[in-house]
Nanobody, 118 residues
């Protein structure tokens, strides 16, 4: 059973940084894509970025490109979301998700709250 556990959320001032972690277990993720999504208050969930585990290739939404970086630690089966130069509009619940090969994001973590004060 796939489990994804996010951590690292919190309250930060605009312009600050946070690093979120997503600890993955229950599968060998070498063929998966791990993604980060967020849901701002009162809005729908949106894609933030993703990482192809096997190659380390990353891709990002335009809204975070240049500010956010996704990386992985294979030994820990953990994916990170480094968020720099945070803005008030980055305030959201952030979710980690896993996509098996050829499928959509089928597995989700419980989410972690990020609040950016302006």
């Amino acid at each position: 059973q796939v489990q994804l556990v996010e951590s690292g959320g919190g309250l930060v001032q605009a312009g600050g940084s946070l690093r979120l972690s997503c600890a993955a277990s229950g599968r060998t993720f070498s063929r998966y894509t791990l993604g980060w999504f967020r849901q701002p208050p009162g809005k729908e969930r949106e894609f933030v970025g993703g990482l192809v585990w096997s190659t380390g290739t990353t891709y990002y939404a335009d809204s975070v490109k240049g500010r956010f970086t996704i990386s992985r630690d294979g030994a820990k089966n953990t994916v990170y979301l480094q968020m720099n130069n945070l803005k008030a509009e980055d305030t959201a619940v952030y979710y980690c998700a896993a996509s098996p090969p050829g499928n959509r994001y089928d597995y989700w973590g419980q989410g972690t709250q990020v609040t950016v004060s302006s």
